[in-house]
C-alpha cells in the first residue's frame, strides 16, 4: 500500500535551517509529481512547492521563493524539503503528499521556529 | 495567482442531513479541483478530484459538481462520521486551497 513518511522535523530557532524529508513506499516513485503542504496551528492547508517526477520541473508558493528548496532522489524514493532563514511564522506541520490531486498524505512533521 | 473562495466557514447539521459546501475560483480553472476531509490531528484525506470523481474507497453520500467557476461539495446523507473539516483545491495553475469549512453536527 501507499506509505509517505515525513521526518526531520523538530524546533530551529530564527534564522536557522532544516530539511524535512518524506520516504515514498508501495508505488513507483520516480512515476510521480511530489508535493509540500504545511499547515500551521489552527490554520488550514497552504500549499509550498511541488516537483515533477524527473525532479526538472519544480514550483513554489510565491511567498516561499528564494527560501525552500524541493528536491528528489528517485533512486532513494525520497522527497526533500529544505528549508532557510526561518521564522516564527513558519512554524507549521509539514506535510508531503503524492500527485497533482494530491491523492496520498503522510502523517506530517511539527516544525516550530522558536527562540 | 489564483484565489479560491470557499463557504460557509462553518456549518452545523444532522444526521441524515444534505449538506453543501461551496467553493468559487478567481479564474477559470477548468475541472482541476480537488475535496479534501481533514479529521482532528490527522493528515487530510482526498475525496473528489477531477470536480465530480470519487476517489476509490469513498463512501458515494459524498459528491462533487460545477458550475463555471463555482464548485460544489455535497453530502447527501450526513453521518456521525463526516463531522471534519473540508478544503478544496485548486490545481491547473500552481495549487491553492480554500480556507476551509468546519462541519459539526448539531
Known amino acids: 500500500q501507499v506509505q509517505l513518511v515525513e521526518s526531520g522535523g523538530g524546533l530551529v530557532k530564527p534564522g536557522g535551517s532544516l530539511r524535512l524529508s518524506c520516504a515514498a513506499s508501495?508505488?513507483?516513485?520516480?512515476?510521480?509529481?511530489m508535493s509540500w503542504i504545511r499547515q500551521a496551528p489552527g490554520k488550514g492547508l497552504e500549499w509550498i512547492s511541488y516537483?515533477?517526477?524527473?525532479?526538472?520541473?519544480?514550483d513554489y508558493a510565491d511567498s516561499l521563493k528564494g527560501r525552500f528548496t524541493i528536491s528528489r532522489d528517485n533512486a532513494r524514493k525520497l522527497l526533500y524539503l529544505e528549508m532557510n532563514s526561518l521564522r516564527a511564522e513558519d512554524t507549521a506541520v509539514y506535510y508531503c503528499?503524492?500527485?497533482?490531486?494530491?491523492?496520498?498524505w503522510g502523517q506530517g512533521t511539527l516544525v516550530t521556529v522558536s527562540s | 495567482d489564483i484565489q479560491m473562495t470557499q463557504s460557509p466557514s462553518t456549518l452545523s447539521a444532522s444526521v441524515g442531513d444534505r449538506v453543501t459546501i461551496t467553493c468559487r475560483a478567481s479564474?477559470?480553472?477548468?475541472?482541476?479541483l480537488a475535496w479534501y476531509q481533514q479529521r482532528p490531528g490527522k493528515a487530510p484525506n482526498l475525496l473528489i478530484y477531477?470536480?465530480?470523481i470519487l476517489k476509490s474507497g469513498v463512501p458515494s453520500r459524498f459528491s462533487g459538481s460545477q458550475s463555471g467557476t463555482e464548485f460544489s461539495l455535497t453530502i447527501s446523507s450526513l453521518q456521525p462520521d463526516d463531522s471534519a473539516t473540508y478544503y478544496c483545491?485548486?490545481?491547473?495553475?500552481?495549487?491553492?486551497f480554500g480556507q476551509g469549512t468546519k462541519l459539526e453536527m448539531k
Open positions: 503528499a503524492r500527485d497533482r490531486e494530491l491523492d496520498f
Open positions: 516537483i515533477s517526477n524527473s525532479g526538472y520541473s519544480t
Open positions: 483545491q485548486q490545481y491547473k495553475s500552481d495549487y491553492s
Open positions: 479564474q477559470n480553472i477548468n475541472s482541476w
Open positions: 508501495g508505488f513507483t516513485f520516480s512515476d510521480h509529481y
Open positions: 477531477k470536480a465530480s
